[in-house]
């Protein structure tokens, strides 16, 4: 089975900052996800990717396939990107194995 | 398409009591998956639907779980014989066959066992 790690698993940043959050995975995989859920408790997906680089705003997701490694990262933070950031891989199919989650408070 | 649509938002039962939760996910999904949610964790898989064929059951899914997807469109979990164990968000998702096809998520819906 998949096992998945998540850094940190609490990171408060100003309003402004550069983010990361890190995911590491044990075993390969086709394709992985980065989710965010609000308080609410919804999940949106935000990337699915299964090599190089991603962009959508200022959301950047990369993934180093030989090293088992992928991180999120947000430009430009600001107090609406506060969520639960989530990195999941396939079992197979599209079972998804999930990592505990990130959680980001941006202050303003 | 309003995506993917979970009631009730919110349930809170008394421990012993049957619940069921409904799931109508987009509309063209063949594939439909549910996972359960504690408090700091991430979603853990329970089961999940090809059409109305239930593929897979995790062990976490007890006797008192069950599923069904009666005609490959909407679905519904029933607890029986809640317990406190059983508080948890409980969250539906839907796909196209195919690996790597993308996820759609529900809001879930939160169940509190007192």
């Known amino acids: 089975k998949n096992e998945v790690e998540q850094s940190p698993q609490n990171l408060t940043a100003q309003e402004g900052e550069f983010i990361t959050i890190n995911c590491s995975y044990s075993?390969?995989?086709?394709?992985l996800h980065w989710l965010q859920q609000h308080p609410g408790g919804g999940i949106v997906s935000l990337f699915m990717l299964s090599s190089g680089k991603k962009k959508h705003g200022r959301l950047i997701a990369t993934i180093n396939i030989q090293e088992k490694h992928s991180s999120l990262h947000i430009t430009a933070s600001h107090p609406r990107d506060s969520a639960v950031y989530i990195c999941?891989?396939?079992?197979?199919?599209?079972?998804?194995?999930f990592g505990a989650g990130t959680i980001l408070r941006v202050k303003s | 398409d309003t995506g993917v649509s979970q009631n009730p938002r919110h349930k809170i039962t008394k421990r012993g009591q049957n619940v069921t939760f409904r799931c109508d996910p987009i509309?063209?999904?063949?594939?439909l998956y549910w996972y359960r949610q504690t408090l700091g964790q991430g979603p853990e898989f329970l089961t999940y639907f090809q059409n109305e064929a239930q593929l897979e059951k995790s062990r976490l899914l007890s006797d008192r779980f069950s599923a069904e997807r009666p005609k490959g469109s909407f679905s519904t979990l029933e607890i029986q014989r809640t317990e406190q164990g059983d508080s948890a968000m409980y969250l539906c998702?839907?796909?196209?066959?195919?690996?790597?096809?993308?996820?759609?998520f529900g809001n879930g819906t939160r169940l509190t066992v007192t």
């Open positions: 999941a891989v396939p079992e197979y199919g599209n079972k998804l194995v």
């Open positions: 998702a839907s796909s196209l066959s195919g690996e790597n096809s993308p996820l759609h």
């Open positions: 075993v390969g995989i086709s394709a």
């Open positions: 509309s063209e999904h063949n594939r």
